[in-house]
């Protein structure tokens, strides 16, 4: 079973879409959680950190279930720019010096 | 404010050449990783350093690869001798304390 597990899709939504991603990871231990962007030929760039309460930046919305090990990631009012891969990550709890696990990536593309 | 760099940012080789592929973090960055991705692999860790030492190198393929970091502002990653299945986008990425990766543009290898 992988650390981190994510749908690879694609996700094809229109503009103007919600969409969710969601993500579960396998060591309960973990301690900070993340979501990645990367886009065609880039390299992956963070695009929020994920707190135990749900937080939101925009029209981007995380949570986190520890119980379920469970991660997601909600786009409210798709736009074509939002077309990326989308990395779950997950820190390794046993290293103090930040290393991360990460997902195979969602693939979204939001179409006219 | 510079970012993580790479150089080359492309490499394309014949098999059983070496490789070097060179990686500047972020000034002030203590943790540098270096990352191979692929289509089938996803990103994967290959080994990171903190403060300049290398503390897990469990991801190294193979005996071919190797990694350095003689100073706080400069690692390699070199492949000896390459194969065509080394072929791969590899990032660097650095970190200071209770942040979060970031990443440099990466070096697609190309090994014909």
């Known amino acids: 079973r992988k650390e981190v597990e994510q749908d690879p899709g694609p996700f094809n939504v229109p503009e103007g879409a919600t969409v969710a991603f969601n993500c579960t990871y396998s060591?309960?231990?973990?301690?900070?959680f993340f979501w990645y962007r990367q886009d065609c030929r880039k390299e992956p760039k963070l695009l929020m950190s994920?707190?135990?309460s749900g937080n939101e930046d925009g029209r981007f919305t995380a949570q986190l279930n520890r119980a379920s090990q469970y991660i997601s990631l909600l786009i409210r009012d798709s736009k074509l720019s939002d077309s990326a891969t989308y990395l779950c990550?997950?820190?390794?709890?046993?290293?103090?010096?930040?290393?991360?696990?990460f997902g195979q990536g969602t693939t979204l593309q939001v179409k006219p | 404010d510079a970012g993580v760099i790479q150089s080359p940012r492309h490499e394309v080789t014949e098999m059983g050449q070496e490789v070097t592929l060179r990686c500047k973090p972020i000034s002030g960055h203590n943790s540098l990783f270096w990352y191979r991705q692929t289509m089938m692999r996803g990103l994967e860790l290959l080994i990171y350093?903190?403060?300049?030492?290398?503390?897990?190198d469990s991801g190294m393929p193979e005996d071919r690869f190797s990694a350095k970091m003689p100073n706080a502002s400069f690692s390699t990653l070199k492949i000896q001798p390459s194969e065509p299945r080394d072929s791969a986008v590899y990032f660097c990425?650095?970190?200071?304390?209770?942040?979060?990766?970031?990443f440099g543009p990466g070096t697609r290898l190309t090994v014909l």
């Open positions: 350093f903190n403060n300049n030492v290398p503390i897990d």
């Open positions: 994920v707190y135990s």
């Open positions: 990550v997950v820190s390794s709890p046993s290293s103090n010096t930040g290393k991360l696990i």
């Open positions: 060591n309960s231990a973990s301690q900070s």
């Open positions: 990425a650095s970190r200071s304390p209770g942040q979060t990766q970031y």
